[in-house]
């Protein structure tokens, strides 16, 4: 059973620009998180979807959104990018919306905003 | 609101040693708590964690932890510390209706031979 896919694993961009980071879950999990990390601020949630519903939001300003599909990739944008969203970009997958099924993470999407 | 804090950023032992991983909560509804790991340059893997039921949870690689309501803990422990634990620890706090992890800061484990 193939892992989380997150694409692409690194990625160097330019301030102001607007990048989008994609996350293919498990087979058959239909929850995405989505969450950044960073040496200063720690893991912090972003999002989280299920079945293409936004079920719940972290503190992040509206420059960074995301979206799920029917098939339940999720995508996340951020636009106008900052020197601060440099950061790894990890995503979860679960088999649904509690947290008594098992988040599995991804790799990671490695930013770096220059 | 929830939050987790993880007392020591660093963690040195010797090779043989008990590891032990201190990790404190706040909820205001009843938790479920969660220890992950991390190696460098990768995800975070799942060791264990507590739902309901036993409040001693058995994890993979020879972890566990007991969470202790009256303490709001829920330490990590390991008998015998390896070469192979070397990596950073994450204690996690969740409401169960929702797919949102609370984090801690992290432990970093060094284990000496």
């Known amino acids: 059973k193939a892992g989380v896919t997150q694409t692409p694993r690194y990625l160097i961009k330019t301030r102001g620009q607007q990048v989008t980071l994609s996350c293919s879950p498990i087979s058959g999990h239909r929850s995405v998180s989505w969450y950044q990390q960073t040496p200063g601020q720690g893991l912090q949630f972003l999002f989280e979807y299920f079945s293409e519903t936004q079920r719940n939001k972290g503190n992040f300003p509206g420059r960074f959104s995301g979206r799920q599909f029917s098939n339940s990739r999720s995508e996340m944008n951020v636009s106008t990018l900052e020197l601060g969203d440099s950061a790894l970009y990890l995503c979860?997958?679960?088999?649904?919306?509690?947290?008594?099924?098992?988040?599995?993470f991804g790799q990671g999407t490695r930013l770096t905003v220059v | 609101a929830q939050s987790v804090t993880q007392l020591g950023s660093h963690v040195s032992v010797s090779e043989g040693a008990l590891v032990l991983l201190r990790c404190n909560y706040s909820s205001s509804v009843p938790p479920y708590l969660f220890w992950y790991v991390q190696y460098p340059n990768q995800g975070l893997q799942l060791l264990l964690k507590?739902?309901?039921?036993?409040?001693l949870v058995k994890g993979i690689n020879g972890f566990e932890a007991e969470f202790k309501k009256s303490e709001t803990s829920f330490h990590l422990t390991k008998p015998s510390a390896h070469m192979s634990d070397a990596a950073e620890y994450f204690c996690?706090?969740?409401?169960?209706?929702?797919?949102?992890?609370?984090f801690g800061t992290g432990t970093r484990l060094l284990v000496s031979p």
């Open positions: 979860a997958s679960s088999a649904g919306p509690g947290s008594n099924t098992e988040a599995f």
């Open positions: 996690a706090v969740s409401d169960p209706s929702f797919q949102k992890l609370v």
């Open positions: 507590y739902t309901t039921g036993a409040t």
